[in-house]
């Protein structure tokens, strides 16, 4: 049970170029999360999902997509990377009913230059 | 919108020592859930301890333990017998259940906290 895992666990863009984070979790878990941690600060939610097929919007989804073919997977597609986009980015999973724990992946640290 | 704020942006503490951390939020709901999770050197996003608004026994997990104060939302984290490896960013997070279910995280940026051999 590897729980959530992430890849690449970093990489350098320049500006203009796009590319996908990797997201996959074997919990069986129904909601998946991508957040962004900008340096001192906290994280921020960037897009959410309920189930396979179901997404929704967070608090800072400009400039990012997502998709959700399968329970496991979640991965996120940056486009046209800008430097306001530099950040770590954390995917997340949880069962759906209640306040239960979300687990966290490692992390992706991103620099675009 | 619910908001977290965290006062202490860094804390010190004596190993075997004591030391609180001060989560305030805001929010309308009655409903609601409330964490604090570690973040070590590691990046790793560790839950350390939850709290239910709804009830009025502070959680407890091990050395660590919250003052939880509905009216004054606020939400305080308790480290009792400090070790090194509690060296870490503290963050606090908001949760309101939407329908019984998950509802969204909403952090405070953290409090950055070094235990001191």
């Known amino acids: 049970n590897a729980g959530v895992t992430q890849t690449p666990k970093f990489r350098i863009l320049k500006i203009g170029q796009s590319m996908t984070l990797q997201c996959t979790q074997d919990?069986?878990?129904?909601?998946m999360y991508w957040y962004r941690q900008d340096p001192g600060m906290g994280l921020k939610l960037i897009y959410y999902?309920?189930?396979?097929?179901?997404?929704d919007k967070g608090e800072v989804p400009n400039g990012y997509n997502v998709s959700r073919s399968t329970t496991e997977d979640f991965p996120l597609r940056l486009e046209l990377a800008a430097p306001s986009q530099t950040s770590v980015y954390f995917c997340?999973?949880?069962?759906?009913?209640?306040?239960?724990?979300?687990?966290f992946g490692p992390g992706t640290r991103l620099t675009v230059t | 919108a619910q908001t977290v704020t965290q006062s202490q942006p860094e804390m010190s503490v004596q190993e075997a020592e004591t030391v609180t951390l001060s989560c305030t939020y805001d929010?309308?709901?009655?409903?609601?859930?409330l964490f604090w999770y570690k973040q070590p050197p590691s990046r790793q996003m560790i839950l350390v301890i939850r709290?239910?608004?709804?009830?009025?026994q502070n959680a407890t997990e091990n050395r660590f333990s919250v003052n939880f104060q509905k009216a004054a939302k606020s939400f305080s984290l308790k480290i009792s017998d400090s070790q090194l490896g509690d060296t870490a960013m503290y963050f606090c997070a908001f949760m309101k259940l939407v329908g019984g279910s998950q509802g969204n995280l909403i952090f405070g940026k953290g409090t950055k906290l070094s235990v001191k051999p």
């Open positions: 929010t309308s709901e009655n409903n609601y859930y």
């Open positions: 709290q239910e608004a709804y009830k009025q």
């Open positions: 919990m069986n878990h129904n909601y």
């Open positions: 999902s309920v189930g396979a097929g179901i997404t």
């Open positions: 997340a999973s949880s069962t759906r009913q209640g306040a239960n724990e979300q687990y």
